[in-house]
């Protein structure tokens, strides 16, 4: 989980409640890990009640799991507040679909200014384990195995089949041999300009280090909220 959501980097994503952007389409049932943030939070709270936002605690939980995974470390700017507000409608329009071309891909980036680690629910690869055919045969069968063709909807696969616990460049190295999970991952290397790109991270982890640590920090930018905007939030899954 990451800090940035699609009012920037404000812990919008956190919120409860039916307008909320956990339930949103690329969202619902895939991303993770709320109720460690929920004890952080607390565990900050009882120590400086008021003065540590969830979206400060967002982006530092995500610069502390790369390191604890073996990746790359940076500097976190601090003094974020938090949203009051949240956008399924937002995330369902701006986040990209795993099913994304390249230049879909390109766009929604560019908009807002990779993946080495996780899981995702059959039903968003199903599509391509079955039906491509820039995909390796022996990949294909083996997640095939844990995503029947119907049913089994929530059952979920490693974005990188390599090393799926480590933060590493082995994604770039199975997408070189058409092992990329989602379709949105295997347009990244499917004879088009990001081609190049994969290559180079792909024989260089740690260009591929500094270029991440370089875009977190990038994310962690987006349209925070400061000074008396916003609020620093009691409970991160809802606003005081």
Not at 14 to 37: Q, T
Not at 78 to 86: F, I, K, Y
Not at 202 to 212: K, V
Request: net charge neutral; hydrophobic share 30%; aromatic share 6%.
């Amino acid at each position: 989980m990451i800090a940035l959501s699609m009012q920037g980097c404000d812990a919008s994503v956190l919120l409860d409640g039916s307008n909320g952007e956990k339930s949103a389409g690329p969202n619902a049932n895939s991303l993770r890990g709320f109720d460690v943030i929920d004890t952080i939070k607390s565990q900050v709270e009882k120590l400086c009640p008021g003065v540590v936002s969830c979206a400060d605690i967002l982006t530092v939980a995500a610069r502390d799991a790369t390191v604890a995974l073996g990746g790359p470390s940076w500097s976190v700017p601090l003094g974020r507040r938090d949203s009051t507000t949240a956008s399924a409608s937002a995330a369902n329009s701006n986040l990209p679909s795993p099913a994304s071309s390249l230049s879909t891909l390109i766009t929604a980036f560019s908009n807002k200014g990779s993946h080495t680690i996780g899981q995702s629910r059959c039903t968003v690869f199903r599509s391509r384990i079955y039906n491509e055919t820039n995909i390796d045969s022996q990949f294909a069968t083996s997640v095939q195995s844990k995503c029947p063709s119907t049913g089994g909807d929530n059952n979920l696969s490693p974005l990188d089949v390599t090393s799926p616990t480590s933060f590493d460049n082995a994604y770039y190295k199975n997408l070189q041999s058409q092992k990329g999970l989602l379709h949105s991952d295997q347009e990244l290397f499917n004879g088009g300009s990001t081609d190049a790109q994969v290559n180079a991270y792909s024989t260089n982890s740690a260009s591929f280090f500094t270029d991440f640590a370089n875009a977190m920090l990038k994310m962690g930018n987006l349209s925070p909220l400061t000074g008396t905007s916003g609020q620093i939030r009691t409970n991160c899954r809802k606003t005081n």
